[in-house]
């Protein structure tokens, strides 16, 4: 979890919509008997809202308020039994009388995702999943009666089939025979459900590598409030598929035969029997979490669900090639749909890539996918907005009406030269020592008009200037990509 920028307590209170932090406020005063320091903390595709609470001389602990009750006594009472069982989960502190806000462990703010471009990538994802076979085999009598969702089967699997159709396909427009399409998800639906009693237990659902955190008493897992009775490979299989986790398939064989391993010695169970399902599943969860990026980043427009979609699809793509979809014939040609399109485009990894992006900031700063870090980020705010026109508001930088606007006014003609100025230098030295990656951004309020209008110049300009860099525009809100110099497509 990130944190937001804070202004005073009252500006804080007002931006969480007051109740919230009220709440967690009161449950803290209540339990130490002190009145904390809220910080608000970024949440990631759910309602829960999260606040790191201080005060002089204490431990910092988290709160989390939220509106599914149901949920936040599952995550309290789970806690205190897989903690009670030695699993790396945060301890609770206190909740309050309805449970709609509680308190627990801070494990700090630095989780696996963030770890996993260093040295210790490969020894941290081994020790998360020896700790995951330890919370999946967990007494089912400690926990059945804390679960508050139905154990995976048949409605739940047609569910999440359904909302990578619903929320990513018929978003992104792509075109498929429905029927056809229903039929290829029963199959592997059936499939997906015929797990033997033995490979079942806790399944965290959402066992990736953002809910894992890094401290320094080890790891301990933050998200496992929608648990439930399952195959205990998926989560298996939903951490080492992460699309921004960037796993190999080396990777993933080794760290697959590890947990494997791990699990045959506490269940008994022979391994090839663990992961002979492993190509389902993946492809199983590479639809659900398409499904999720469809609707947190194409419709509700959040970033950085935006910007795991072509990763999401390189994931699919493996599974293309390697023959898992053979037995699904519509599901695999409405991948290959989808692979192919403008949302699948990732980069090459030979030379050097520039990404020059337009983006709002009020959806926040793109997201450096290279790890690289730096770069440059252009302010386009303050020029004259065509958006507050309404003949302007439903066009985009890239029409006619809206360039003319921009250039007859003169400022956006020498904000992009003075910005070609500046970068040229940086793709030019970045070229003569064999860098891979720069990414360039050009912000306004909506990510529209001027921003789009700025980055579709540069890029083009880039691209002329430096053909032996590829170039890689990204409208990020319109969810357009545009390759330049691309070297593939020349040979």
């Known amino acids: ?31 130490y008997g002190e009145d904390p320091h809220v910080e608000v903390l970024d949440g990631a595709g759910s309602d829960r809202r999260y606040f790191r609470l201080t005060f002089s001389g204490k431990p ?46 801070d494990f700090g703010g630095c989780n696996l995702l963030s770890c996993l471009g260093g040295p210790d990538r490969m020894m941290l994802s081994a020790e998360s999943l020896r700790l995951l076979v330890g919370i999946q085999t967990v007494d089912e009598d400690e926990w059945k009666d804390e679960v508050y969702v139905p154990e995976f089967g048949a409605r739940q699997v047609m569910w999440d089939l359904n909302y990578f159709k619903y929320e990513f396909l018929k978003t992104c427009g792509f075109v498929f025979d429905e029927d056809s399409l229903e039929d290829d998800f029963e199959s592997l639906c059936g499939a997906l459900t015929g797990c033997r ?15 894992i955190m890094v401290g320094p008493s080890g790891l301990g897992f933050i998200d496992f409030q929608g648990g439930r009775k399952g195959p205990l490979l998926y989560d298996a299989v939903s951490f080492l598929w992460q699309a921004k986790a960037g796993f190999t398939s080396e990777e993933r064989e080794k760290l697959l035969a590890a947990y494997a391993a791990r ?26 979490v398409l499904g999720a990026y469809g609707l947190r980043g194409l419709v509700e427009r959040r970033a950085h669900f935006i910007e795991s979609i072509p990763l999401a699809l390189a994931n699919l793509k493996e599974l293309i090639d390697d023959g898992s979809l053979d037995a699904y014939p519509e599901l695999k040609r409405v991948c290959v749909q989808a692979v192919g399109s403008r949302y699948g485009l990732v980069d090459k990894g030979s030379g050097l890539t520039v990404k020059v992006y337009s983006f709002s900031y009020k959806k926040g700063y793109p997201e450096d996918l290279s790890g690289n870090g730096g770069g440059f980020m252009f302010d386009c705010r303050g020029m004259h907005n065509p ?20 250039e007859d006014r003169g400022e956006v003609g020498e904000f992009v ?34 921003s789009v209008y700025c980055a579709e110049s540069l890029a083009g300009q880039l691209a002329e200037r430096f053909p032996s860099a590829r170039i890689e525009l990204v409208h990020r809100e319109q969810g357009i990509v545009k390759i330049y110099n691309d070297k593939e497509e020349g040979e």
């Open 263 to 288: 699990l045959s010695s506490v269940r008994g169970v022979g391994c090839e029997e663990i992961l002979e399902g492993v190509s389902r599943f993946a492809l199983f969860r590479t639809l659900q």
């Open 60 to 105: 910092s602990v988290i709160a989390t308020w939220g509106e599914n009750i149901a949920e936040n006594m599952a995550f309290v009472s789970m806690a205190k039994t897989f903690r009670k069982n030695g699993c790396p989960v945060p301890e609770i502190y206190a909740e309050n009388s309805d449970c709609s806000a509680y308190l627990q462990e």
């Open 417 to 450: 030269s003075k910005s070609l100025s500046m970068v040229s230098p940086s793709v030019s030295r970045y070229l003569q020592r064999g860098f891979s990656s720069l990414q360039i951004g050009f912000g306004c309020t909506g990510g529209r008009h001027r």
């Open 387 to 406: 958006g507050r026109y309404d003949r302007y508001k439903p066009l985009t930088g890239l029409d006619a009406p809206v360039r003319e606007f921009l």
């Open 197 to 211: 009693e033995e490979l079942k237990g806790f399944m965290c659902r959402d066992f990736q590598s953002r809910n």
């Open 1 to 31: 979890m990130k944190k937001c920028s804070l202004e005073s307590d009252e500006g804080r209170t007002q931006q969480a919509g007051g109740s919230p932090v009220q709440a967690v406020r009161s449950l803290y005063i209540n339990k």
